[in-house]
Structures are given as C-alpha cells and as structure tokens.
C-alpha cells in the first residue's frame, strides 16, 4: 500500500542562521518540457526507445478513420485492432499528444513535421465536413444527429450501440490541445475552436437531464478539454460548457466526502476528476477542489498497491478486500496511473504538498516506467500481482489498446515535474538525472545523480548574475527522520523538516554554487491496503520483485486480436508460489543486498519451499520478460500446511472451471463485451464487482467464439426476481430456447445449463436475447461457453 505519513503539508522555517525566509507565494507552475531535458539514465533510455515506437507509427494509417468518416481518398488502410472495431481514430489523438510531448522533450525534427503534418490532414478532414466537426468515430455523422436529437440509448460503454464514442472524440480534443500549448502549433487550435463550437451546437437543446444520461457513458476528460480551452480563449460558453458536461452521479459522491468507487470502471472516473480540479482552480471553487483531493486521497492511500497502481479488470475493487487482485490476470491498467499522474500535478500546482510528490514518484518510478519494454519497446495493459504471472507488450503495427495511446505519451514527458516554480523560487521534486533552463531568470541547473542506484544528487546552478531566491528540495517519506543531509558549497545546512516535507534553502545564490544531496535508502516491507497478509519490498520509492522464470508466456509481444492486451498464459496455482514463513517481519532482517549489483537483494531461506532460495529481488522496473513476485503471502509456521492446502482446494475449483471454459462473457464489463461485439436496444447495466449484469427490454446480442468447435453446452447465469419473466434465447437470429422464470423473492443470482445442438457447433456462434412485450428480461450476469 503506498501510505502517506502525513495529512499536511510540513513546510518549516527555522531561524535567520539557516537562512530560511518566510514569504507567500504566488501559484506555483511546471515548467515547460522546452526547459528540461533528461541526461543518462532509464528515464532517457526509455524516451528514446519511445521515440522510437512513435516514428515506427504510419500517420497516413492511423488518421484513415478521419478520412473515411470525411469522405476523402485514403493514403493508406487504417491500423487493426481496436483501430478498426469501434475505437477507430482514439490513437490518433493520442499521437498528437504525443508528438507535441516528445518535440517539446527532445526537438526532434521529424516528430515536429509528423505533427505538423496530423494537423493539417486534420484541417482538411474539417473543412471537407464543413460545419466545424472531425472525427474517426464509426459512422459518426449519423450518430452525433441522434446526439443532437436527444436520442440517447446507452450506458456504461456503449452509446446508440457506439463504443464510448465520447471518449474516442475526447482523444483528438486533448491531441489538439496539446498540439498548440505544448507543440506550439497554431493550425491545432483553429481546428480545436472550430471542434468546440460544433459540439456546443449538438449539445445544446439537450437539457440537463439528458447531458447526464448521455454522461453516463464513458466519456474521458471532455469538462477538462473545455475547461483548457476557456483557459486559452477567456470565452465564457467554454467553462460554462466544462461545467454542464461535469458528471453529477460521480461529483456528487464527492462533495459530500463520501467514497462511492467500489465497483465503478476506474479510468472513467479519474479524468472526469481532473476536470473537477481544473473547474475548480478557474473558478476559486474550494468545494470541487476538496472532492478532487477526496478522491485523490481514497485512491492513492486506500485502492493503489506498491507499485502505485489501482483497479484490477479494470474497476475499483473494495477497499476491505484485495483477493480478486491477487487472483486475477487482469491487474492495475497503465492508463489509471497516467491519469492519476495527471491529477496528482495539478492538485501539486494547486497547494503544494510534497505527499503528491511522494505519490507521483513512487508510480513514476514503478508502473510508468516498468510499462515500457526497455530494449524493444511496446506497452503494457495490465500490471497483474497474481503471484508467477506476467505482462504483455503491444507492437507498433498491432495493438492500438487505450494504454498504447497514453503508453505513446507516458514516456515523452518525464521532464514535466522534476521542477516547479514561483514567480521567484525553484521547487527540486524529483532526483533524476537533468538539466534545467530557465530562461526568464538567467538560471541553468544541472542535477547529476545515478538515482536510485546511487542515494545521492548534487546541483549545479549557473546564473547570468546573483540572485535571491528560495530552493525548496524535497524531504522524501522514504527517508528517515534527520537522515537526509544537505551541503551547500560544502558546508553543511541544518535541516530541520520532516519527511514528506520540502527543506526551504533561501539564499543569494551565484553561479557555481553546488548543493550536494543525501539520502539514505532503506528496505521496507509495505502490506495491501486491506492489511492481507501479503507483502510487497520497497526500497526507499522502489518496488523490488523476483523472476520466477519464463515459461508459458503466451502472446508476451501482443497480435492483432481483440483481447491481446492480456495475459492469457496458463495461471500458475497460488498455492504453489513461494511463502514467506514467519511470526513477526523477521524476515527483513534475510533480504540482503548482493554485492556490486546496485538495487539487486538476496531472499535466502526466508522462502518456503526451498526451491525457492534462490529468487533475487531487483526493481520491478528492470523485470521483463517473464513471470513474477511483487507481493509475497506471509504465514506462520503453525498454519503453513493448513493455509497451503486451503488454497489447493480453492485453487482446483477456479482452475477446473477454467479448464472447462472455451469462451465467457461478463455482461456489464466493458473490454468483454466489446470483445464480444455486444450489440442491443434499450439495454441497462447494473450490479457490483464481480457480479455486474445487464438487461433489456428489446434486444441484446453477443458473438461467442468456439474455435476448436468443442464446445457442448451454454452455461448462464441469471439473477432472480420478484416478477415472473418471459422471453427468448437465439442462436444465429434462430429461436434456441423460450425462457420462463417465475417470481423467487431470492436476489441470488442462479445458474442454468443448455446443451449445445451439433448444428450451432461453429466457430463463432450469436447468442441473441430477445425480450418479450417490452418486459425486462431481468438481470443477466455472465454467460459461459463450455466444453466436458
């Protein structure tokens, strides 16, 4: 569990010996990506390989969506994957983003004409649309006068049967506006003001009431985007606009202090709640900036696991209770971290608290960067903790999942918060290797560290001329109280902060001044958030883990297919994977660095079986290519066979299932219906975590794959009802069973089987159900394809 020591943010000023001065600042600001640029390290290593995989990209492939839904002839055929299966053209806004993130970083003059060039193929898509509009979403004409209309069919994922065509808009939205703020492209802004005017115009005869039912859907950032663009232009409609478009069902929670997130889609809430910041910090509005930092505060400290990460099949799973994380292969999704990335800056700007900082280092370091393959590039989805499991990797010419989109981005801007400033005062947050032009004031910095290899850094200013100033360096949680030292040219600073705090040197500083930085780092041992007992090692910010080995890494480089972003390799059994044995956290005292090898621990026999012994802990970030450890079960040598064998007995059960199951559906879950080419009319979607469900008064519909063509029955699960219910199952739009529950006071949700006919024994089988009288077909939680 990443935790906070502290609530508060703990700025102390000592006395006049110190050379402390106490002052009100003025809103404090990130720099530019312009004035920093990384020196060598992981982080320059992993920009490179980023650039990489960006200029690997065909622009003419992934802008095709545009072209299509424009009319205009195509240079090339669109990207696959999600790229052609509903999210057509979401990867396009995300490479302007990143385009303009990666020319800020590194000046790159090719990345500078490839954005130059999106733009304007952008520019003519608009003009040949003629009212304003650009996209890439399916169909998208037809769809957005069904919008303007008021007529809204949709909830959760999918909108007027369209898959979250809110969300894929919002991509090129932020593109275009990171295109002009960041990559300083003027075009990028005309075509944005223009895309604003045109969605205020289909939204506005909808009444409140509608933008909310429409705002059910995932929808990203959109009051953001808006809220930027009143920013920019100082026009009123547009915060008016970032306001009304403001998802009340998520905000209202929020207001009053209260977490209402267990079970919810967790990457479609974090953007809604930068906007809810940004409103915010435009508006002086403190009541949305307290439900921006409420959420802020739950996620990080009550639903993020070591490594910083949150959610696991995608959703928020209870805060008592981690055990689906720890079980499944689906774990914290990549994009959750780079919007709570996003969250934790800007509330950072707002007030700065170095407990954001403490949290946003610690992701940075552990999910972001262990993201990215190191050497071949490509991106990671999910981050499972199940024990001896692994991480898949996108292609460039293959997987276009929502995590390539914001993976394209992550690794272009990691210059973004090593500093910050006031109009006066320098903020050092991160120790990462760098130099810092500040042009406005005369100042170079140049920070030299091998960090964390190393738990040192030394600053180097260099100044046209003298100049007084405060230079906040942050006090890390991580290290001991009264360990961290500060030198300036040589000569020791007292330092009387706290850890989670910033250390206030104010001086008159000139160039060539030195300030040397120590740290210590030492290992930790940090539970789930639930207090399970299961632990993961930290040293100082970095999570370490173990290579288990490399066997059965089915699609470790992702293919084309739908579902690639996952892990589907055999789950090895939980009860099999190495134990801690202890009473207490003697154990700590058996982890021991290995010598010459930086960051790299020694676990000896504090493994149960023996065949373990010799597993080395190592930063997670530097683990690739294989199964893992990050959180280890502890028990105590009394209950060890007890425990071992009640996870046996769980663990047969879920495997046998698993063995048994050719295809499945979780009805209401977003990536398994569109996997499975939902379709439907006057649908709903309810339920918790791990019992999600939808329903229908008209229709819905799946595909089913059955590849091996052996599958024998169709397992369902149905919840019960109060009411007698009557409708229709078909296969192939052919009647295969007339359904009829009667009333059962009981909510618990019930199994049926039906055998499969030979006749429907194909490779891709549509299950269809078919209401009756306009009646609910009730709640339908899963459905199981099954072989014997």
Known sequence: ??????????????????????????????FPLQAVRLKAGSFLNAQEVDLKYILALNPDRLLAPYLIDAGLPLKAERYGNWENSGLDGHIGGHYLSALALMYASTDNVEVKKRLEYMVSELAKCQQKNGDGY????????????????????????????????????????????????IGGNKQALSILVKLADWFAVTIQNLNDEQIQKMLRTEHGGMNEVFANLYEITHENKYLAIAQKISHRAILDPLL?????????????????????????????????????????????TKRSVSFGGNSFREHFNPVNDFTPMLESNQGPETCNSYNMLKLTKALFLSEPKANYIDFFERTLFNHIL??????????????????????????????????????????????????????KDLYVNLFMASTLNWKEKGLTLTQNTQFPNASNSEITLKLTQPQTF????????????????????????????????????????????????????ETTVETLPDGSPWVSFVHGPIVLAAKTDTTD???????????????????????????????????????????????????????????????????????????????????????LASKIQEMKEKEQVKLALEQQTVDQIALGEQQPEADHHFQGNQSNVGGELGAFWRSTTDWIS????????????????????????????????????????????????????????????????????????????????????MKK
Request: aromatic share 14%; glycine share 6%; with cysteine.
């Open 1 to 30: 569990m990443f935790l906070r020591t502290t609530l508060s943010f703990l700025l102390l000023f000592g006395s006049c010996t110190n050379n402390f001065a106490q002052e009100v600042n003025t809103k404090l600001q990130s």
């Open 134 to 181: 650009v996209g890439g979403i399916p169909q998208g004409k037809v769809f957005w006068s069904r919008i303007a209309k008021g007529d809204l069919d949709g909830s959760g994922f999918g909108l007027n049967n369209t898959w979250v065509p809110l969300y894929n808009i919002h991509k090129l939205f932020a593109g275009l506006d990171d295109a002009y703020r």
């Open 256 to 300: 009053a202090q209260k977490d209402a997130l267990t079970g919810l889609h967790a990457n479609t809430q974090i953007p809604k709640v930068i906007g809810f910041q940004k409103i915010a910090d435009l508006t002086q509005n403190q009541d949305w900036a307290n439900a921006a930092n409420f959420f802020w505060e739950n996620v990080s």
């Open 370 to 423: 262990s993201s990215q393959h190191p050497t071949k590039g490509g991106f990671v989805y999910f981050t499972p903790i199940r024990p001896r499991h692994y991480r898949v990797y996108s292609q460039p010419q293959e997987g276009f999942w929502c995590c390539v989109g914001s993976g394209i981005e992550n690794h272009g801007k990691y210059g973004e918060m090593i500093y910050a400033h006031t109009d």
């Open 470 to 521: 405060t230079l906040y360096v942050r006090y890390p949680k991580w290290v001991k109280e009264k360990a961290f030292q500060v030198k300036v040219n040589g000569k020791t600073f007292e330092v009387n902060e706290k850890p989670s705090s910033f250390i206030a040197i104010n001086r008159t500083w000139k160039s060539g001044d030195k300030v040397s930085l120590n740290f210590p780092m």
């Open 553 to 639: 890494l089915k699609g470790l480089f992702a293919d084309n297919s739908r579902m690639g972003h996952e892990a589907s390799g055999k789950l090895y059994p939980l009860d099999e994977a190495p134990i801690l044995v202890s009473n207490s956290k003697e154990f700590l005292s058996k982890i021991q660095p290995i010598k010459n090898q930086p960051l790299a621990f020694s676990m000896g026999d504090a493994l149960y079986p023996t065949k373990y012994h010799s597993l080395t802990l190592i930063p997670f970030y530097e683990l690739h290519d294989a199964r893992y450890m990050l959180y280890f079960p502890v028990m105590n040598q009394e209950k």
């Open 702 to 785: 799946y595909d089913l794959r059955n590849n091996e063509q052996n599958a024998q029955k169709i397992r369902i699960t149905f919840g019960n009802e109060n009411r007698v219910r009557d409708f229709d199952i078909l296969l192939d739009n052919q009647l295969f069973k007339s359904v009829q529950f009667e009333a059962v006071k009981s909510r618990k949700p019930f199994e049926v089987d039906y055998e499969l006919p030979a006749e429907w024994n194909k490779k891709l089988i549509n299950i269809k159900f078919v209401a009756k009288n306009k009646q609910s077909t009730g709640a339908i939680y899963s459905i199981r394809l």
